[in-house]
């Protein structure tokens, strides 16, 4: 769709996660659009290009702009990024923008290694880093919680990763024959009175103790407070529940990704 000449108009950002890929359209630099698709275990160029293709078309219909001048990816999934890699090339007419080792920043790492980190987490620092003065803490809750900590010098020093909410509740119901999978959301009270109620105080309440615990945690460790904000799927309503949440930045993400392809694209 795209002619792969000159400044991209359009970008398209495409997230690809464990249990979600969500994909954004950026116009001139604003995200003009949004999308999730279940990630499913295998799927093919031609599945990857079919989806685009539909979404593109509902845009269309609605009589805005279904051009793509080029892309960039964030991938945690091996197995599918080649095929994203590819769709998305045949859809903008150049080869995507893969965030990996390599690619620029901007953000000071004080990290052992920082090719290790994974595309979405590199895509929140970069967001974060330009729009919240530090310190603080993006906690991005996906399949996994992920806790990505800048100090007081704007420097990237670690993070956390830990099981999230869904991961958690699937894991429960997997591992104990008579416990069915719940709705995620907070019970009434704390101590459950049936077996619904306990479990999701276990899971929801348990993943809200577990990331204030782990704030205060690190801020005894940097010795000062940080602002924490929250992005992904579960992001606010977890939120509403946390004492240490102060804000939720639903796009990070994928604002993320649009400024790493400013970075590095020319």
């Known amino acids: 769709m795209g ?15 464990n ?17 999730t698709v279940t990630t499913t275990e295998r799927m093919t160029a031609d599945e990857a290009r079919m989806r685009m293709a539909g979404l593109f078309d509902m845009r269309a219909r609605d009589g805005k702009d279904a051009a793509c001048d080029d892309a960039v990816i964030a991938s945690v999934v091996p197995g599918l990024t080649d095929a994203w890699v590819t769709a998305t090339r045949a859809l ?23 090719g290790e980190l994974g595309a979405d987490r590199v895509a929140d620092l ?34 956390i990763i830990a099981p999230g909410v869904k991961l958690s509740a699937k894991a429960l119901a997997d591992a104990a024959a008579q416990l069915a999978m719940v709705d995620l959301k907070a019970p009434a009270s704390v101590v459950g009175k049936n077996t619904r109620e306990a479990m999701q105080a276990g899971v929801v309440m348990g993943e809200v103790a577990l990331i204030d615990g782990l704030v205060d945690m690190v801020q005894r460790e940097l010795g000062y407070d940080v602002d ?34 400013a970075l590095n694209r020319k």
């Open 19 to 35: 249990s979600d890929t969500n994909l954004g359209l950026f116009v001139d630099g604003e995200l003009d659009a949004t999308w």
């Open 126 to 159: 970069v967001a974060a880093r330009a729009a919240y003065e530090p310190p603080f803490v993006v906690v991005d809750l996906g399949t996994t919680t992920n806790f990505e900590v800048v100090d007081e010098d704007g420097a990237f020093v670690g993070g």
């Open 228 to 261: 924490v904000i929250a992005t992904g799927s579960d992001a606010a309503a977890i939120a509403a529940l946390s004492q240490r949440i102060a804000r939720t930045d639903e796009h990070l993400t994928l604002r993320g990704l649009s400024m790493l392809h």
């Open 92 to 114: 903008c007419g150049r080869r995507p923008l893969v965030v990996g080792p390599g690619v620029k920043t901007g953000v000071r790492m004080r990290y052992n290694d920082p």
């Open 3 to 17: 002619n792969g000449q000159g400044a991209a108009r359009t970008v398209l950002c495409v997230d690809v996660g």
